[in-house]
């Protein structure tokens, strides 16, 4: 079983930046995928970023040249780095791990709590 945890949200002013980091814990074998996705009251949950085990990052639209996602892979955490934040990235944000169980073994994904982040004046 894999521990996924956020942390890292809370309330900035629009043009802020933020820092989010996600850990996974538990029985670790290998760790591939990893990603943020957010989720705005009343809308779906969508992909915001993601960095796949061969280093490869893709970022959605809205998020591009202003949000960088990162990895250390020592500390199997993730972080999101978002900066010139606008009122419309409020949402829930959320960690999503795939977890590759055992060598050729089944990959799971793991969802972390969610941490809130708040772009306001």
């Known amino acids: 079983q894999v521990q996924v945890v956020e942390s890292g949200g809370g309330l900035v002013q629009p043009g802020g930046s933020l820092r989010l980091s996600c850990v996974a814990s538990g029985r670790i074998f290998r760790l591939t995928a990893m990603g943020w996705y957010r989720q705005a009251p009343g809308k779906q949950r969508e992909l915001v970023a993601v960095?796949?085990?061969?280093?490869?990052?893709d970022y959605a639209d809205s998020v591009k040249g202003r949000f960088t996602i990162s990895r250390d892979n020592a500390k199997n955490t993730l972080y999101l780095q978002m900066n010139s934040l606008k009122s419309e990235d409020t949402a829930v944000y959320y960690c999503m791990v795939d977890h590759q169980s055992s060598l050729g073994g089944t990959t799971w994904t793991y969802w972390g709590q969610g941490t809130q982040v708040t772009v306001s004046s």
């Open positions: 960095d796949t085990s061969g280093g490869k990052t």
